[in-house]
């Protein structure tokens, strides 16, 4: 069975919902899918001032921190984190910058590659977070697995690149049943590309 790993950095807890849920939807459809977050020192104190991000809180600590050797044992990494003015979080890039010597020696070379994201404006901005995870991707060798075009959700306004939620700018508006449809369909077609 070959792996997935879904790296996070989650604050609102929507990414955290989102990564949890194409998990899921991995496990079941016969992919080994396990969920990683990236370190974040200040998240508690968020988490102690805003009641959206203390709703996960809990459930973000007690994922594993993702590593390089997390890397390693990937078949297929899956990156997701917020973003505001169309850049990742800078927890997110402080844990790919951590990767660079694995760009220099190609440790990564031909493993798959997908992204996801939360924004409070437009999918937009979002594509422009989902375009700086991709350089990240280009750089590392990884062949990435667009979200594409799916009739059977083509109303769900998605970029090609990857998955795109609008949390609003509170940051409350949780992933709906319409973006899970869209996470089920990367989900399927994520499954088709790691069959033994």
């Known amino acids: 069975m070959k792996r997935c790993s879904l790296i996070i950095h989650s604050v609102s807890g929507n990414i955290y919902i989102i990564g949890a849920y194409l998990k899921e939807k991995l496990v079941e459809a016969g992919v080994d899918a ?3 977050r990236v370190e974040d020192g200040d998240l508690h104190i ?26 390693l044992k990937s078949d297929m ?34 493993r798959l590659f997908g992204c996801f994201t939360s924004c409070t404006h437009s999918i937009c901005e979002g594509s422009h977070a989902l375009d700086s995870m991709l350089y990240w991707a280009q750089n590392m060798a990884l062949i990435h697995i667009p979200y594409g075009v799916h009739t059977e959700v083509a109303l769900s ?11 609003g700018k509170e940051n409350d508006i949780r992933p709906s049943d319409r973006l ?13 590309y790691l069959e033994d």
């Open 46 to 71: 968020l988490a102690a001032s805003k009641d959206t991000v203390n709703q996960y809180y809990e459930d973000i600590l007690e994922l594993p921190v993702a590593s390089e050797e997390t890397l």
């Open 180 to 192: 899970g449809a869209v996470i089920e369909t990367y989900a399927r077609t994520v499954a088709e």
């Open 157 to 167: 306004n998605q970029p090609v690149a990857g998955i795109v939620h609008l949390e």
């Open 77 to 110: 990494i899956i990156i997701g984190a917020p973003t505001r003015f169309g850049n990742m979080t800078a927890e997110m890039k402080a844990f790919i910058d951590s990767t660079y010597a694995m760009s220099e020696s190609r440790a990564l070379e031909g």
């Open 34 to 36: 396990r969920l990683y």
